[in-house]
């Protein structure tokens, strides 16, 4: 039984091969070559992406969820803060009620 190749099919390296490489030949093997390397060095371009994606699921995994305003004005009014001078302070942004509620604990 004979072993029959298509003439484009991959062929084993050296089974077949009784000259020199051609130039496409030459340029597919470099390329094979080339893109193992890479792979194993893990330097290969889909290799960066993945390991990018997993760094921004940990990133996203650690994150801090932002405080709310209202858990903000209810926390200054557990700091002893009337309740109405609280409310008033809904209209600040966020970072102004960080502020105030610091203010609040350094003063004691």
Known sequence: ????????????????????????????FLYFNLKKVLDLAGLALYNYMYKEEK?????????????????LINEIIALGIATDVAQSLSRANIEALELVKELIIARG
């Open 55 to 71: 760094e921004m699921e940990k990133a996203k995994e650690t994150k801090v969820a932002r405080p709310t305003k209202k858990g």
């Open 1 to 28: 039984m004979s072993t029959h190749y298509h003439r484009n099919a991959l062929k084993p390296f050296g089974a077949h091969y009784t000259t020199a490489f051609d130039a496409s030949q030459e340029k597919y």
